[in-house]
């Protein structure tokens, strides 16, 4: 099971972006799915995480400008990034906590960063 992400790019302050993230193998069902960032010099913090049944969490940061919303169906996660400010600056990672069996823990799986820079 692997999750790959698509959407990042260089876009100017006050734009948009919306990245992408499909877990991909033999999944039995998801839990979490959600958006962390790592800047560099800085520690990865928590952007937005969404629930399986839809209850989501923002950073302070980014509330009111993003929004993380999933398909079940296609095992994704999406996060509609708008009014883009330099600081939004960083490598964007997905995580999700998937169960490959329906027994047991779900295993917290990451997918490889996705480069988002916003200029001034």
């Known amino acids: 099971v692997q999750l790959q992400a698509s959407g990042g790019g260089l876009v100017q302050s006050g734009g948009s972006l919306r990245l992408s993230c499909e877990a991909f193998g033999s999944i039995f069902s998801i839990d979490d799915m959600g958006w962390y960032r790592q800047a560099p010099g800085n520690q990865r913090e928590l952007v937005a995480v969404?629930?399986?049944?839809?209850?989501?969490t923002y950073a302070d940061s980014v509330k009111g400008r993003f929004t993380v919303s999933r398909d079940h169906a296609k095992n994704t996660v999406y996060l509609q990034m708008n009014s883009l400010k330099p600081e939004d600056t960083a490598v964007y990672y997905c995580?999700?906590?998937?169960?490959?069996?329906?027994?047991?823990?779900?295993?917290?799986?990451w997918g490889l960063g996705t480069q988002v820079t916003v200029s001034s």
């Open positions: 969404i629930t399986s049944g839809g209850r989501t």
């Open positions: 995580n999700a906590d998937i169960n490959l069996t329906g027994w047991g823990e779900p295993s917290s799986l």
